[in-house]
Nanobody, 125 residues
């Protein structure tokens, strides 16, 4: 299993950004997907997660109502999880990572089985 996060960049406060997490390997529907972020001099923190089927989502309080996580388990399409970030704030600046965990989601980064390289999001005017 390999994960590849992409979509980061420099955006102004209030703007939107769409992060993608592409899953390579077998059985994408067998994994919950979580997004985490790590700001300068901070620990990796939970942002959002989605269950295996895609019908349950979970968010950190700091992003609830602004970020939306989704996934596409459709056969014959790219196995991808999306983090739609709206109304971004300077405090959203961080390296964003996606992780995959067998069966159920977790808010703890150390409980994820696989990680991709992060993508840097910088929110600044």
């Amino acid at each position: 299993v390999q994960l590849q996060a992409s979509g980061g960049g420099l955006v102004q406060p209030g703007a939107s950004l769409r992060l993608s997490c592409e899953f390579s390997g077998r059985d994408f529907p067998g994994y919950a997907v979580g997004w985490f972020r790590q700001g300068p001099s901070k620990e990796r923190e939970f942002v959002a997660a989605i269950n295996r089927v895609g019908d349950a989502t979970y968010y950190a309080d700091s992003v609830k109502g602004r970020f939306t996580i989704s996934r596409d388990n459709t056969e014959n399409t790219k196995n991808t999880a999306i983090l739609q970030m709206n109304t971004v704030k300077p405090e959203d600046t961080a390296v964003y990572y996606c992780g995959a965990r067998s069966y159920s989601y977790s808010r703890n980064w150390y409980e994820y089985d696989y990680w991709g390289r992060g993508t840097l999001v910088t929110v600044s005017s």
